[in-house]
């Protein structure tokens, strides 16, 4: 064999060597940005859920405040409560627009909670509107209670969605898993810390002193604040000097 026919053979394999490296190059990094497109899509909707989870547990507060509300505070109770609820409104269409326009059978089931939630909205209102209707004197500590927990209880399936589109996103990513655990701890606690502020509804409006069964529930919820809190606090940790975060 000649020594430029050597060559060119050595050439030929050293260039079939580098394409199949290149290739394996461009399919890996093809999968990863397949991965990403996916993901940031799952990722949004996640976000959509859980500002919608929020903005539901937002209504709370002005819900509670005009039950409690008297004389000339009224009117302006009302107004944050119409406004609470408009955006309780506009933050579920948003979400359930946007599962329904993906077209993804995996997000059935959250579609199913979400729209559930969204129809129960109106009876636990007409609870709190009907306490709102009533002269203080005609109003019981159980009724108040049973219109604040008919608002907490609209929660459960929020979360339970949330992590139904969690799990399709880490699917579509696992690098997404931390992010997302952190962001559904930082929601739960939240939430739960507004739970806590809704137990003295009932007993600030009547005047009355806690119940024993109130403090038990509250002290539950204090215990699960905290070990939210350290869990978050190990989540976050590696996020700690990022200037951002906080921030926020």
Do not use: C
């Amino acid at each position: 064999m000649s020594l430029n026919r050597l060559f060119w053979l050595v050439s030929i394999a050293l260039m079939l060597l580098f394409s199949v490296l290149a290739a394996r190059i461009v399919l890996i990094e093809w999968d990863a940005y397949r991965r990403g497109a996916r993901s940031v899509e799952a990722v949004r909707v996640v976000q959509l859920t859980l500002l919608a989870m929020e903005k539901v547990s937002i209504e709370r507060g002005p819900s509670n405040a005009l039950m409690g509300g008297d004389g000339n505070a009224l009117p302006a109770l009302r107004k944050r409560l119409d406004a609470a609820r408009r955006d309780s409104d506009e933050a579920l269409f948003r979400v359930l627009d946007s599962l329904r326009q993906e077209a993804d059978v995996r997000y059935a089931p959250a579609i199913r909670k979400i729209e559930t939630v969204r129809q129960a909205l109106g009876p636990a209102r007409d609870r709190v509107d009907q306490q709102v209707g009533l002269v203080k004197w005609q109003r019981s500590s159980r009724d108040i209670t049973e219109a604040v927990d008919g608002m907490v209880a609209l929660i459960p399936m929020m979360v339970s969605s949330v992590a139904d589109l969690s799990s399709i996103a880490i699917q579509a990513d696992p690098e997404v898993l931390d992010g997302l655990t952190g962001m559904r701890v930082a929601a739960s606690l939240r939430e739960y810390a507004g739970q806590v502020g809704s137990k003295f509804t009932a007993p600030v409006i009547m005047q009355r002193p806690l119940t024993k069964n109130e403090v038990i529930e509250i002290g539950k919820l204090y215990g699960r604040i905290e070990q939210l809190r350290t869990l978050l606090d190990i989540q976050m940790r590696a996020y700690k000097d990022n200037a951002a975060f906080r921030a926020a």
